[in-house]
């Protein structure tokens, strides 16, 4: 750990500073792809992946999607914040 | 057992449990599972009210996939939590805020006015919202009732009073039970956050199983929910515009905005890091139920006959399914949605009421001035008739019929009226230029747009008068159109109509009222604490003439929270800064503390008010205060520095002029007598030296002209002796050695002996000399043959400068109380008056332009002598010739000396 010259801590911090950086970014990036004209692309009621409406697995999707970079983003955030934590 | 009454029955159960789960959450103060952050998730949400149970379902079968817009909103939100939910959290916690008014207006200089506006904003938008959820629950229970007569679900289209009003004394019971048992709102209501998080699981679990139900019960699966979509529900381009972006931005401000929101996120909070969880486990939560909407509209709309209820297809369509037991579910879900809802709804807002309205009101009043007032009493007194208050808004409104429209309409009004708080809020977290004027302004506006495009149109629907005015606008003027403001027309859509114009007046307003004045410094202060929580630490209030005691505020303390907490708080403040007395000692920091602890029953602007008028002090930041001191200083500094120099720059020009214009006279006066004394001596010693040299050069002179010659010389020597005794005794005057030894003497005798003196003189020069003399003995301290000098010079200085055809001398002296007073007066010409202060100076010739003999010293020495003797000599200033006065001090003549004081 000493010669690759970075301590854990360094690497936390800098872990940290990404985390908060798509914390911002990644609700600004739902509403852009949420919001016209993104979501006009995906709303063509002939096109359907297995059945199921375009547009209906654009919204589920981008929300689940949404949901888990949230997950992965909050739980690097609080071992940022509290580094002590096991 | 019919299903109605199975419902009843089951209802009463359900209410049994949570009544159980409320209690046991209250006792024992902290339990462990309640702070969990799954507990805190499923508080939060009480956002999914009956209106998504019921209503979603009705939304996405009028208008498709529209209904995602109220769940996307909050998704952001709370995917974004980092920037907006975090900040609030902090600032909510740190400050002890008690709800959204108090948020807001503690950020704008902890005002009680903008604490008010949005209470009666938010009131006025909840009860709309309440009517809805007691609405949706008498209507479930009619719709189960009636289930087997009509699978429509539309025979219950007015809802059943008599149960809406049992269900609306329920909820008030179970409201006031558990939300008003103390005061301390921040450690307040486990038992309720205990009873919602039941709730909103038994939501989910039976919006899941009718979900379930609809994709594998009724039909055969998800292939074919979609392929019935495709075909029901038609979808273009078209629902993605305007309305789309509005109501996720809708959404995402009442998500924060609204007051039961802003109580479960932010008030009940327990761990900062819970929302860390929320972030993502929320919006799982609202996924989840927005994904079984959607296969239940579309098989509620297969399976159920043409003009049903579709609000009501998550009750009709498990029964038409012929599972009563899902459907029970479904109606405990229900039921569970509003309820939960409303008791939030009413926790929220009587606290609000209580602590902004009617709190501020009494601290008015005389009574608790007095001090005789109970405040934990008033407080949960105002706080459950509130309660009720709000309850019976809420079914009254629900009485005028009002609530006739889909439920997602209702809903989406009392959003809108949330959204009012949304400029107000950002302005306060993100924008330190922002003030009270400016809040004050944006709140009123957007609120009365609010009203009249939105709240008002729907409460007054089909009232005679109020149609005529939204259809021709007031007093004729077809611009104010309620629904079509300034010509702005929104193909109906009154929402969207409402929420543009509201808005847009509410954030310009809250710029151009913040931008028209200066921040107070309680409005810096509180801007800087808010907008900089993270980076600021906070300064630490001080207060300026502070005058309270620990034991005042105790008394203060102990009204509101109770003696035992208020105890515990000082004792514990006491301890925790090692202090041996039984009360901590009031500093800045406490009285910050307990304020805080205050604020957390009755609301930042009324513990505020009442720490001041306990303390009589004004709350300011130290930084602030230092800054705001020191420029003053410094600006006041500066200013007295330069006057200070100006003015000594200007006394020591006026000193130096003085001092230069009497170095120019004393110098012209050395000049003057320097060439008065050379020519004085000049004189004698020319003739003295003429004559020597005949006496020397012609030694056959005769001796008759010798004699004269020698006689010529003596007298000129004697002459020039007597001129270098005038300039000597000078000398030896101001050294002071002669007048060391001062004795009582008689002056009388003094003057006696200069009168003498001078009679030869006088009748040279043809003066008389007129004496009028004192009778009584008098005895002076002094030296007489001094004494007899003074006298002298000045009788024949008198003498000497009359010019006067006849001139006399008159010499007076006299007794006035303890002064022997001699005036010398000549009527000569007098003393030109430019001269009057020169003329005892040591070289003044005096009376210029006369000319006399003698080096012009004798009134010089005259000073000096009296002078030394105690007395003053003086040019009697305003007459006709000279007068000169000499004063001296009469003493008790010694028993032992007697006369021999005379010959001294």
């Not at chain 1, 709303?43 to 589920?60: C, K, Q, S």
């Not at chain 1, 997950?71 to 955030?77: C, K």
């Not at chain 2, 079509?484 to 929104?490: K, R, V």
């Not at chain 2, 003053?632 to 006026?654: G, N, P, W």
């Amino acid at each position: 750990m000493a010669d690759d010259g970075s301590s854990p801590i360094s690497e936390r911090q800098v872990s940290g500073r990404r985390a908060r950086d798509l914390a911002l970014i990644v609700p600004v990036l739902g509403v852009i792809a949420l919001m016209p004209p993104l979501i006009g692309l995906f709303a063509r009621p002939e096109t359907g992946i297995f059945g199921i409406p375009l547009i209906v697995v654009y919204l589920f999707g981008l929300w689940l999607a949404l949901i888990l970079i949230a997950m992965v983003v909050a739980s690097r955030l609080k071992r940022a914040i509290q580094p002590d934590d096991p | 057992m019919t299903l109605r009454e199975l419902a009843l029955l089951a209802a009463i159960g359900f209410a049994l449990l949570l009544f159980l789960i409320a209690f046991l959450g209250d006792r024992g103060g902290r339990p462990r599972w309640l702070a969990s952050p799954l507990v805190y998730t499923l508080s939060i949400s009480v956002y999914c009210t009956s209106w998504t149970f019921y209503g979603a379902v009705g939304s996405a079968t009028r208008n498709g996939l529209e209904y995602l817009t109220i769940y996307l909103g909050p998704t952001l939100v709370f995917v974004g939590f980092w920037t907006l939910l975090r900040k609030i959290m902090r600032i909510t916690r740190r400050d002890n805020i008690t709800s959204i008014a108090d948020f807001v207006s503690s950020r704008y200089g902890k005002s009680d006015s903008v604490a008010a506006i949005v209470t009666i904003l938010t009131l006025l938008a909840a009860a709309p919202y309440i009517a809805l959820q007691i609405k949706a629950i008498a209507t479930s229970f009619q719709v189960l009732g009636a289930a087997s007569e009509d699978p429509t679900g539309s025979a219950a289209a007015t809802p059943d009073f008599v149960i809406a009003f049992w269900i609306t004394v329920g909820l008030a019971l179970f409201t006031i039970l558990f939300g008003t048992r103390r005061v301390d709102v921040r450690e307040r209501h486990f038992g309720v956050v205990a009873a919602i998080a039941v709730e909103a699981l038994v939501k989910l679990i039976a919006l899941v199983a009718v979900g379930l139900l609809a994709v594998y019960g009724v039909a055969d699966g998800p292939g074919e929910v979609f392929a019935r979509m495709t075909a029901s529900t038609a979808h273009s381009g078209d629902e993605f515009g305007m309305r789309w972006v509005g109501l996720i931005v809708l959404s995402g401000a009442a998500i924060v905005c609204l007051p039961r929101q802003f109580q479960v996120s932010f008030v009940e909070n327990e761990n900062e890091t819970h929302l860390f969880t929320a972030a993502w486990l929320f919006p799982l939560y609202l996924f989840v139920l927005s994904l079984c909407v959607l296969p239940i509209a579309i098989m509620g709309q297969t399976i159920l006959p043409e003009g049903s209820n579709p609000d009501m297809f998550v009750l009709t369509m498990p029964i038409a399914a012929g599972r009563t037991d899902i459907a029970l579910l479904a109606f405990l879900g229900g039921f569970s949605s509003g309820t939960s809802m409303v008791i939030v709804s009413c926790i929220a807002l009587s606290t609000m009421i209580s602590n902004h309205i009617l709190m501020p009101l009494a601290l008015r009043s005389h009574q608790w001035r007095e001090g005789s007032g109970d405040v934990q009493r008033f407080l949960l007194i105002t706080r459950r008739i509130a309660i009720c208050f709000i309850l019976a808004l809420g079914f009254l409104y629900l009485r005028t019929g009002a609530t006739g429209a889909g439920l997602a309409s209702i809903g989406l009004i009392a959003f809108a009226g949330a959204a009012q708080v949304l400029p107000a809020l950002l302005g306060a977290l993100y924008w330190e230029g922002a003030n009270r004027r400016g809040a004050i302004l944006g709140l009123f506006s957007g609120g009365m747009i609010w009203a009249y495009t939105l709240f008002l149109p729907n409460l007054l629907q089909g009232v005679a008068w109020w149609d005529t005015l939204a259809a021709d606008g007031p007093f004729g003027l077809t611009l104010l159109r309620p629904g079509a403001l300034f010509g702005l027309e929104t193909n109906d859509d009154a929402l969207m109509h409402a929420l543009f114009w509201s808005l847009l007046v509410n954030a310009f307003a809250l710029i151009a009222g913040s931008l028209s004045r200066l921040p107070t410094p309680i409005e810096r202060l509180q801007a800087a604490l808010f907008v900089r929580v993270f980076s600021d630490r906070g300064g630490s209030g001080a207060r300026r003439g502070r005058a309270a005691s620990a034991d005042q505020l105790f008394d203060l303390a102990q009204r509101i929270m109770g003696a035992d907490r208020a105890y515990g708080i000082f004792r514990n403040y006491a301890v925790s800064k090692n202090e041996t007395t039984e009360f901590p000692l009031v500093d800045d920091a406490f009285i910050a503390h307990l304020e805080r602890r205050m604020a957390a029953s009755v609301g930042a602007a009324s513990a505020r008010a009442m720490i001041l008028s306990a303390t009589g002090s004004e709350t300011i930041s130290l930084d602030e205060l230092v800054r705001i001191a020191d420029e003053t200083a410094r600006l006041m500094e500066y200013t007295a520095e330069v006057t200070r120099k100006s003015d000594e720059i200007e006394r020591a020009a006026a000193q130096l002029t003085a001092a230069n214009e009497r170095l120019k006279t004393l110098d012209r006066q050395k000049d003057e007598f320097l060439s008065h004394v050379s020519h004085e001596l000049r004189t004698p010693m020319t003739s003295i030296r003429s004559f020597t040299e005949i006496l020397a050069g012609t030694p056959d002179l005769d001796a008759g002209d010798r004699q004269r010659f020698i006689g010529i010389i003596n007298a000129e020597s004697i002459r020039l002796t007597a001129l270098l005794d005038e300039i000597l005794d000078m000398a030896v005057v101001e050294s002071g050695d002669a007048e060391r030894l001062l004795k009582p003497i008689d002056p009388e005798h003094a003057l006696d002996q200069a009168l003498d003196a001078c009679l030869g003189l006088s009748h040279t020069a043809g003066v008389r000399i007129v004496a009028a003399r004192t009778k009584q003995s008098v005895h002076v301290m002094g030296n007489l043959t001094r004494l007899t000098q003074v006298f002298i010079n000045i009788i024949s200085n008198g003498i000497k400068y009359d010019t006067n055809a006849d001139p006399v001398i008159r010499v007076e002296s006299r007794i006035d109380g303890a002064d022997y007073i001699v005036v010398i007066a000549d009527n000569g010409p007098g003393v030109p008056e430019a001269e009057t202060r020169t003329i005892f100076d040591k070289f003044s010739r005096g009376r210029a332009g006369i000319t006399a003999p003698g080096a012009g010293l004798g009134l010089a020495i005259s000073h000096a002598i009296i002078d030394r003797f105690g007395g003053t000599l003086r040019l009697l200033p305003g007459t006709t010739g000279a007068q000169f006065e000499i004063r001296l001090k009469s003493v008790a003549i010694p028993a032992d000396s007697g006369t021999s004081t005379v010959a001294g």
